[in-house]
Antibody
Framework: EVKLVESGGGLVQPGRSLKLSCAASGFSFNDYWMGWVRQAPGKGLEWIGEINQDSSTINYTPSLKDKFTISRDNAQNTLYLQMSKLGSEDTAIYYC??????????????WGQGTLVTVSS | EIVLTQSPTTMAASPGEKVTLTCRASSSVSYMHWYQQRSGTSPKLWIYETSKLASGVPNRFSGSGSGTSYSLTINSMETEDAATYYCQQGSSYPPTFGAGTKLELK
């Protein structure tokens, strides 16, 4: 069974940094692209970015490219999201997801349960 | 960036009723994918590559469309189908989601 478990969320002050983790199990982690998606309270879904199997390609949504960094540790089956210069607009549930790709585009086949990040003083 | 517009924003359906949700893209996409999100839970892949049902999805669901116009249909509404449904395109970067259709039970 594919399982994705996010951790590291919590209350953080504006301007500070936070690093989220996503522990993967039930599949061969190093065979898949992985990604992050967030959802502000009561709002829709926003793609943050993705990373390929060997970390040689990382894509970000343009508005977050300078604030967020995606990385992975295949030995630990773990995906990371380093967030910096956090503002109230970054308050959201952060989901990690396993990416699927058919050559015509990507979608998100499996999702974690999410971790809530609240940016407030 | 491709903008996805879902309609209606909210709707209510009675058990047994046929339901159709639509998603329109601002530019042509190769496929559309759909997710179901029940209240307080994470999204689940529901339909991928426009018309393929994800594992465990009941066959009363179907997806169709091409180019800029796509739809998700429920043949006969059931209680468990009450949720928010999001469409998503991955043909053009960045991948984008629609704002969702909240489907309620009447």
């Amino acid at each position: 069974e594919v399982k994705l478990v996010e951790s590291g969320g919590g209350l953080v002050q504006p301007g500070r940094s936070l690093k989220l983790s996503c522990a993967a199990s039930g599949f061969s982690f190093n065979d898949y692209w992985m990604g992050w998606v967030r959802q502000a309270p009561g709002k829709g879904l926003e793609w943050i970015g993705e990373i390929n199997q060997d970390s040689s390609t990382i894509n970000y949504t343009p508005s977050l490219k300078d604030k967020f960094t995606i990385s992975r540790d295949n030995a630990q089956n773990t995906l990371y999201l380093q967030m910096s210069k956090l503002g109230s607009e970054d308050t959201a549930i952060y989901y990690c997801a396993r990416v699927a790709d058919d050559g015509y585009g990507i979608w998100f086949a499996y999702w974690g349960q999410g971790t809530l990040v609240t940016v407030s003083s | 960036e491709i903008v996805l517009t879902q309609s209606p924003t909210t709707m209510a359906a009675s058990p047994g009723e046929k339901v159709t949700l639509t998603c329109r893209a601002s530019s042509s996409v190769s496929y559309m994918h759909w997710y179901q999100q029940r209240s307080g839970t994470s999204p689940k892949l529901w339909i991928y590559e426009t018309s393929k049902l994800a594992s465990g999805v009941p066959n009363r669901f179907s997806g169709s469309g091409s180019g800029t116009s796509y739809s998700l249909t429920i043949n006969s509404m059931e209680t468990e189908d009450a949720a928010t449904y999001y469409c998503q395109q991955g043909s053009s970067y960045p991948p984008t989601f629609g704002a969702g259709t909240k489907l309620e039970l009447k």
